[in-house]
């Protein structure tokens, strides 16, 4: 007997390991024992891989067989690895040829029949381990689409361990029997139409707040009565963003297939994510965790994209301050005692609330039911250091009789992305080279010193508001970075006094109402 090694991938986070997967048969009373840290799923592999490996007619020898998970300290978890073992185990039998998995990543779950089911996570796998030069990858079947969007990769498709050894012997394939498992993805919902903005009647202030959100990748709060439009507003926010770039692609599709989330021979994911989670989700829903290894949460799906808060202050408190970590970083760090598992996390924070419990409170309030301490109880729950995140907070006044007339004709998402469009690519000639992409993302000492420094009489207002303690530095930053944005949406070159009152008067409004 001799050694057999081939190679699989440890996903912690959306950080891939490359792991040698070595595996000796040796005289002794039989027995299969799997060592490197692996977890409850990952041990039953033995199980699987004698059954899959007895009914392909490749029988594991009736030995003492001991597979080892190099390197043998990082925590390993999952299905995935079913391949890989089933594949060094067979070379160390030498049922299979030794030059047959060297230096090739093999991933896969076997059924019992020997069938090779979907995996989750297959696309970060495969490019953890292109980066690490593996040139060579076995998948299954109904993985290969999104392991193919890796480029410089040879893949292979498996429908079943037995096709497998056949293709390494160089026999005739029985894949004929085993159809495409695609029954671990969730089905492809039927594609939706685009909302458009066009169905939205009156709210100018909040459209144009749309818009600006839309160009420079800022967050928003709505705040307004029941009926105002504030959750079609929102869910009309992806429609005016560009399609992402192919790196940002990559990185949404990568969380996606992570998250379980790609349906079979699905491709890239190439528009923004739009994620709206109820206001009963727990914080593991939203930030990513679970039991064993940390899944990605609401936070992490919608990276690139927007993450709706609907009904925010209902949100558990716990829920809405762990957001502050990704709205400053653009990732979440989820730790665990045997690991810390990081996911992207850059996107588009919308809240929508209403201005009390009865919703009645906009305008004179009038009609609102509430007592001023239930008023301000509810709207404390979005805390303080939360909405200092929040570049955009406006009021949404209910629509009047006005706006429904039949000649106000409001502009369509189209319009306004053709703006969102010509706004960004002014911001990507102007952050060319720098590392940053649109005004959101700018660091505030870049914008208050050196080239990009608006006129000392354009940010008097806002070096009042510091003086006065109503605006914190961290409000400041994001005045200029709103500011920034309106420049590019008139197609001037710097944002004038006009741009930073207007930037300032767009985060104060909700404030006012609160």
């Known amino acids: 007997m001799t050694m057999g090694r081939t190679l699989c ?129 076995v998948v299954p079947a109904g993985n290969a689409g999104e392991a193919a969007l890796v480029p410089g990769v040879q893949v292979r498709a498996a429908r079943s361990l037995a096709g497998l050894v056949a293709a390494y012997r160089g026999e005739p394939s029985p894949d004929a029997e085993f159809p495409v498992d695609e029954d671990t993805a969730d089905p492809a919902p039927p594609a939706a139409a685009t909302p458009d903005l066009a169905d939205v009647v009156g709210q100018q202030e909040a459209r144009t707040s749309l818009e600006v959100a839309a160009a420079g990748g800022h967050h928003l709060l709505l705040l307004g009565p029941p009926g105002a439009g504030k959750t079609m507003l929102a869910c009309r926010l992806p429609g005016l963003l560009p399609d992402l770039e192919p790196d940002a692609a990559l990185e949404v599709t990568a969380v996606h297939s992570l998250a379980g989330l790609l349906p079979a021979g699905a491709g890239l994911v190439v528009r923004p994510p739009f994620v709206d989670p109820h206001h009963t989700a727990s914080p593991a829903a939203i930030v990513g965790g679970g039991t064993g290894v940390p899944r990605p949460g609401a936070a ?16 558990d408190a716990r829920v809405l301050e762990s957001l502050r970590q990704p709205l400053e970083d653009g990732e979440l760090v989820i730790h665990r005692s045997r690991g810390a598992a990081r996911y992207p996390a850059r996107f588009q924070l919308v809240l929508a609330a209403n201005p009390c419990p009865c919703g009645r409170a906009s305008g004179k309030g009038a009609d609102c039911t509430c007592s001023p301490m ?10 303080g250091p939360l909405l200092d995140r929040v570049d955009l907070q406006v009021q949404v006044l209910p629509v009047t009789r006005a706006a429904l007339h039949p000649d106000m004709a409001p502009e369509s998402s189209a319009v306004v992305a053709g703006r969102v469009r010509q706004a960004r690519t002014a911001q990507a000639q102007r952050w060319a080279g720098t590392g940053w992409q649109l005004n959101a993302h700018a660091p505030g000492p870049a914008l208050r010193r050196g080239r990009w420094r608006c006129h000392p009489s354009a940010t008097a207002p806002l070096d009042r508001g510091v003086d006065r303690g109503t605006l914190s530095v961290r409000g400041y930053d994001r005045v200029l970075r709103t500011a920034w944005t309106l420049a590019d949406l008139g197609g001037r070159s710097s944002p004038g006094a006009d741009d930073v009152a207007t930037a300032y008067a767009l985060r104060h409004q909700g404030q006012v109402a609160a």
């Open 9 to 137: 991938v440890a996903l912690v986070g959306i950080d891939g390991h490359l792991v040698e997967v070595e595996a000796d048969v040796a005289s002794g009373l039989p027995a299969f024992t799997i060592t490197g840290l692996p977890d409850t799923a990952l041990g039953q592999a033995r199980d699987r891989v004698r059954a899959a490996s007895a009914n392909s007619g490749a029988p594991v020898p009736m030995r003492r067989v001991t597979v080892n998970l190099s390197p043998a300290s990082l925590p390993k978890a999952g299905t995935a690895f079913d391949l890989a073992i089933a594949v060094a185990v067979l070379v160390a039998a030498q049922t299979l040829p030794q030059r047959a998995a060297a230096g090739v990543l093999h991933l896969g779950e076997l059924g019992l029949d020997g069938r090779v089911r979907r995996v989750r996570g297959v696309l970060p796998a495969v490019l953890a381990a292109s980066r690490a030069g593996v040139e060579r990858v």
């Open 300 to 315: 992490s799906r919608a990276h690139r994209g927007v993450l709706f808060l609907d009904e925010a202050p209902e949100f």
């Open 374 to 383: 239930a008023r301000r109880r509810y709207l404390h729950r979005l805390s």
